[in-house]
């Protein structure tokens, strides 16, 4: 299996890097984020309480991955209810085995595949062909996130952003299940001072070496088939 394992707190930038490589190396893409978003929507959804843990775990069980184009999860109502549910151990350990399938065998037959979180390098998939860890100063995601949610035309206040971020942050750093850490063998990419295109050259700097030498094995042993 080859996998990048890209993680890193809310609004670093890891879901459009992720995208970019998954595109540059035609492998398959999981934003796991929409998995614990669609969990905490659903519970909000029948008029639950995304605290509320029988709740989320029914959620996490009738989870229905077809459903993860829904526009609605990328809303903040879906990200704060993720957070909740996220803490919870039950609740991760529900949504692994979807995760860990799609990394061993990505949809399409696509040869590898790049997953985005808070935990793939350190639980998900810890044996990832390249790990990164991508961050940013809190007052600059905050920036982007303000500046992406007035582009979409909606309304937003600087202020109000930036502490939904802290508080986020907050809650995934201190959990004590799969909290956002690093993993010892990540490689940290911080964009604070980089714009898009540098970001994605530089995570491609990063992962490339190993990613390259994965795929050429993964040649070589095809070869040997035939
Ligand atoms: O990445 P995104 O902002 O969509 O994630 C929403 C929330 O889901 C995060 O704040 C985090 O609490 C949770 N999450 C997680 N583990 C992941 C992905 C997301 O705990 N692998």
């Not at 998954?22 to 998995?35: E, I, M, N, P, Y």
């Amino acid at each position: 299996m080859i996998v990048i394992a890209l993680d890193g707190p809310a609004a670093s930038g890891k879901g459009t890097l992720s995208k970019r490589l998954a595109r540059h190396f035609s492998f398959a893409h999981l934003d796991t984020g929409k998995l614990y978003r669609a969990v905490g929507l659903a519970v909000v959804r029948t008029g639950g309480d995304p605290e509320d843990e029988a709740a989320a775990l029914d959620a996490a069980q009738a989870l229905d991955p077809t459903t993860l184009g829904d526009p609605a999860l990328a809303g903040d109502d879906a990200a704060a209810a993720a957070s909740k549910v996220a803490a919870m151990p039950a609740v991760r350990a529900a949504l692994t085995a979807f995760q860990r399938t799609f990394a061993e065998v990505p949809p399409e037959g696509a040869p590898g595949a790049v997953l985005d979180g808070r935990d793939i390098g350190t639980v998900i998939c810890p044996d990832a062909t390249a790990k990164l860890f991508v961050t940013a100063d809190v007052e600059e995601r905050a920036k982007r996130r303000h500046r992406e949610l007035l582009d979409r035309g909606e309304a937003s206040i600087y202020a109000a952003v930036l502490a939904d971020l802290t508080d986020r942050d907050q809650r995934d750093s201190s959990r004590a299940t799969a909290p956002l850490v690093p993993a010892e063998d990540a490689m940290v990419l911080d964009t604070t001072e980089l714009d898009a295109e540098q970001a994605f050259l530089e995570a491609l700097r990063l992962v490339e070496p190993a990613v390259q030498e994965a795929l050429s094995a993964l040649d070589e042993s095809e070869d040997e088939m035939f």
